[in-house]
């Protein structure tokens, strides 16, 4: 039996109903003699080639906006998600890519815009039309959303284009390539290479937190030896005193300008970390008088920290 006369020994779709003069339903007229279709999306691959073209011949008579023309128009796309499925294969294990189910939603929008754009009078099949579509969704999908520091689309298309110079390259010389011999396999500058070099470290991040896999102390090191340091305890912190060499620059031309007393007591004090009586018995103050000195001497300092 032939799939048309299969089509025709189907029974007739009620699904969209009208409403009668005798205020019940029935089958709408417009949908009379399509097939009815419980599960459009377990057809096979020829049976649902050959029940587009029925359904696209009747969408072309329905008016937009009607639910004959939904139904149509739904059963369509469930008829064709097959081809969603086959253009999102190569995505699936892509790195940084979202979940199938994600590609596959984005792949159907790109199926919606074909039908919705696809003429049969054309003499076409949907799936020249489809595929582009869908595969095109997706990889603006991957272009929009997958990246983790956004970048010009310029250099994101770069990226892929240095991937695949760099792979054929590898393959040739049998080793990375510079990116002098980047630059003249893709007609570039230099300049431009190292920009997509340096942009395509945006795509994906890494936590701080993860494990690296290179060990510590070098390749030379025995297995018990290595351990498992994340970047973050490989990275340098602030030094605190640091912050203390730019303040001590300035303060020394200061200290070369005061007394011998002043000096000789703030040597006493911040050197060696005398008490203020102590510093009296050791120069003949008293222990008021080493307090007056110290006072005015650290605010004159400070004073003139602030001017200048």
Known sequence: MTFTAKAEAMTPTTIPTTATPGGGTGEAPALGGLPDVPCPRELSTRDARELTHV?????????????????????????????????????????????????????????????????????????????????????????????????????????LELAKATEELTAETDHAPTPSELAERLDLTEDEVRQGLVAANGYSTQSLDVPQDSPAGGPHVSTAARTARSLAET??????????????????????????????????????????????????????????????????????????
Do not use: C
């Open 55 to 159: 359904f696209f011949e009747r969408l072309q008579s329905l008016e937009e906006g009607t639910r004959e023309y939904q139904y149509v128009r739904n059963t369509l796309i469930e008829m064709n998600i097959s081809l969603v499925q086959f253009a999102a294969r190569p995505f699936r294990d892509r790195p940084g890519g979202p979940e199938n189910e994600d590609i596959i939603q984005v792949g159907i929008i790109g199926l919606i815009k074909a039908i919705d754009r696809y003429d049969p009078e054309r003499n076409t099949q949907l799936t020249t039309l489809a595929l582009p579509y869908i595969t095109g969704e997706i990889k603006r999908h991957f272009r929009d959303t997958t990246w983790a520091v956004r970048v010009p689309r310029r250099l994101q298309e770069l990226r």
């Open 235 to 308: 990275m340098g912190d602030i030094d605190p005193a640091l912050e203390a060499v730019e303040d001590r620059h300035a303060l020394a031309p200061l200290l070369a300008g005061l007394d011998e007393r002043s000096t000789q007591i703030l040597e006493l004090r911040f050197g060696q970390e005398m008490t203020q009586a102590e510093i009296g018995a050791e120069i003949g103050l008293s222990q008021m008088q080493v307090s007056r000195v110290l006072t005015r001497t650290l605010g004159s300092l400070r004073a003139e920290l602030l001017h200048a």
